[in-house]
């Protein structure tokens, strides 16, 4: 059985940092991408940030540039994603996603986990 995991939220004051960690177990990712998404209340589900599992490449949304670090430990079989220079606009659920494309899309991504919640506050 696939299974994303996410761990590492919690709450944290504004211009802090946290690191996300997503597990992956029952398939092995290197032909996939893996994305981080987040959702805040009342809004819509976006894209944060992307690796290609094989090569390392990343991509990561305007929003987030040079705050976040994507990155993978290919023997864990796990993904991050490094948030440094928090911001309380950065408060949502944020989940992991796997799918053939790069980036995986924002819907439909083959395997998603349940979330973890961050919430920044000012």
């Known amino acids: 059985q696939v299974q994303l995991v996410e761990s590492g939220g919690g709450l944290v004051q504004a211009g802090g940092s946290l690191r996300l960690s997503c597990a992956a177990s029952?398939?092995?990712?290197?032909?996939?991408?893996r994305g981080w998404f987040r959702q805040a209340p009342g809004k819509e589900r976006e894209f944060v940030a992307a690796?290609?599992?094989?090569?390392?490449?990343?991509y990561y949304a305007d929003s987030v540039k040079g705050r976040f670090t994507i990155s993978r430990d290919n023997a864990k079989n796990t993904g991050y994603l490094q948030m440094n220079s928090l911001k309380p606009e950065d408060t949502a659920v944020y989940y992991c996603?796997?799918?053939?494309?790069?980036?995986?899309?924002?819907?439909?991504?083959?395997?998603w986990g349940e979330g973890t919640l961050v919430t920044v506050s000012s």
């Open positions: 996603a796997a799918d053939l494309n790069y980036p995986p899309p924002v819907y439909g991504a083959d395997y």
């Open positions: 029952g398939f092995t990712f290197s032909n996939y991408a």
């Open positions: 690796i290609r599992w094989s090569v390392g490449n990343t």
